[in-house]
Nanobody, 115 residues
Framework: QVQLVESGGGLVQPGGSLRLSCAAS????????MAWYRQAPGKQRELVAA???????NYADSVKGRFTISRDNARNTVYLQMNSLNPEDTAVYYC?????????WGQGTQVTVSS
């Protein structure tokens, strides 16, 4: 079992940056995939970015070139660096861990991009 706690969300102006953190309750070294999802009001939850245990990454087209996902196995933490934020990035961001056939979620952190 894995508990995930997100942090780093908040209010930011368009063009600004935020870094989200996802702290896991256990080692993430052998967790197959760590990912960030987001859900905006009235919309379905969508994949933002993912990183595998081998370090491969993939991103939603809407965030490519602006967001970077990384994992620090020593700190059991996954990060999402978000640059050039725009109002369309406003959502609750969730951390996800895929371990074998099981999937674990954090409670989410709100990101609001507004002037």
């Amino acid at each position: 079992q894995v508990q995930l706690v997100e942090s780093g969300g908040g209010l930011v102006q368009p063009g600004g940056s935020l870094r989200l953190s996802c702290a896991a309750s256990r080692s993430i070294f052998n967790i197959n995939r760590m990912a960030w999802y987001r859900q905006a009001p009235g919309k379905q939850r969508e994949l933002v970015a993912a990183v595998t245990s081998g370090g491969s990454t993939n991103y939603a087209d809407s965030v490519k070139g602006r967001f970077t996902i990384s994992r620090d196995n020593a700190r059991n933490t996954v990060y999402l660096q978000m640059n050039s934020l725009n109002p369309e990035d406003t959502a609750v961001y969730y951390c996800n861990a895929a371990l074998n056939t099981l999937s674990y979620w954090g409670q989410g952190t709100q990101v609001t991009v507004s002037s």
